[in-house]
């Protein structure tokens, strides 16, 4: 699976952003799907989950309320809604496919990995 994000840029606090994130192959139906993220000097983070069905997801505490992921199997592609953004959440949005059986909120689970599209949020 090759995995292609996109949508990040400049946003004023209070703002949103939708990313999105195309893959490549036919199998993307069966992999759960993560956005991470990693601001400069600091370790990547979990951001979002969603199942290979899209009936599970998870949010880390700080995005919980402003953030939605979802995905479209038919069009092979999985978003994420930023709504309220923070100066807090600059940082390089990653996205990644794991094809585990249940959705997992590590990194090291994840098989494939996006290049990365840079979100940054001025105050």
């Known amino acids: 699976v090759q995995l292609q994000a996109s949508g990040g840029g400049l946003v004023q606090a209070g703002g949103s952003l939708r990313l999105s994130c195309a893959a490549s192959?036919?199998?993307?139906?069966?992999?759960?799907m993560g956005w991470f993220r990693q601001a400069p000097g600091k370790e990547r983070d979990i951001v979002a989950v969603?199942?290979?069905?899209?009936?599970?997801?998870y949010y880390t505490d700080s995005v919980k309320g402003r953030f939605t992921i979802s995905r479209d199997n038919a069009k092979n592609t999985v978003y994420l809604q930023m709504n309220s953004l923070k100066p807090e959440d600059t940082a390089v949005y990653y996205c990644?496919?794991?094809?585990?059986?249940?959705?997992?909120?590590?990194?090291?689970?994840?098989?494939?990995w996006g290049q990365g599209t840079l979100v940054t949020v001025s105050s």
């Open positions: 969603i199942s290979w069905s899209g009936a599970i997801t």
């Open positions: 192959g036919r199998t993307f139906s069966s992999y759960n």
């Open positions: 990644a496919a794991d094809p585990g059986l249940m959705p997992s909120r590590y990194a090291k689970t994840y098989d494939y």
